[in-house]
């Protein structure tokens, strides 16, 4: 549920940005409220993965401001940076986990890297691989799951810092229809548990079974920002 405040969580002011002389964004903004799922489509170099960047801080714009719960992020220091990621989770198409970890354990580093007590890691990690239904895999290798449980211990990482915002980069982009709905609903569970949900997707299909705000960038421009939308890539 939206939660209608006047203070937007995110808020995209003026951001452009470009590559040598190629420009990529052209004056964005964009506010997203508490409580939103907000799905941002376009075709390849619409600059959705740009705009995704910019908001985990790994690049700063050119121009314009990015406020995240109030902050301007593009005036943190690098030694502020982990905390801010850690309010943000993020989870890509390629799952990024490692190999030679099994679920609970790549769950567990974000943890570890954190300088969280043993005791605590105990606690949680089992706690969020619960909640995207692998609560009976915690100790399988990512080359013995399937696509999408892979993808659903990226999420569980993701979340295991209880971040306020969760962005999603194609997260269904590798899996069959069945595994990417499944993390659609993992999706839509965690955003009526109050985190704001930013999709990144291709999925023409997904997009126009879940009906949320679905913002559609064409060469680096936001041209349609619509409540319950269509996919309009």
Known sequence: MVTQEKEPIINIQGVSKKY???????DINLKIYPGEFVI??????????????????EEKPDSGKIIVAGRDITKLSSG?????RRNIGTVFQDYK????RNAWENVAYALEVADVSD??????????LKAVNLGDHLDAYPNQLSGGE???VSIARALIHNPKILIADEPTGNLDPEAGQ?????????NCQGTVVLL???????VDKMRKRVITMKQGRIVLDQRQGRYNG
């Open 20 to 26: 040598g002389s190629v420009v990529v964004l052209h």
């Open 40 to 57: 941002l489509v376009g075709p390849s170099g619409a600059g959705k993965s740009t705009l995704i960047r910019l908001l985990n801080r």
């Open 80 to 84: 502020e940076l982990p905390y801010y």
């Open 97 to 100: 986990l490692l190999p030679t």
């Open 119 to 128: 005791e605590e890691i105990r606690q949680r990690v089992p706690k969020v």
């Open 150 to 152: 892979a993808q659903r």
């Open 182 to 190: 499944e993390i659609a609903d993992i999706l839509e569970k965690i």
């Open 200 to 206: 990144a997707t291709h999925n023409r299909d997904l």
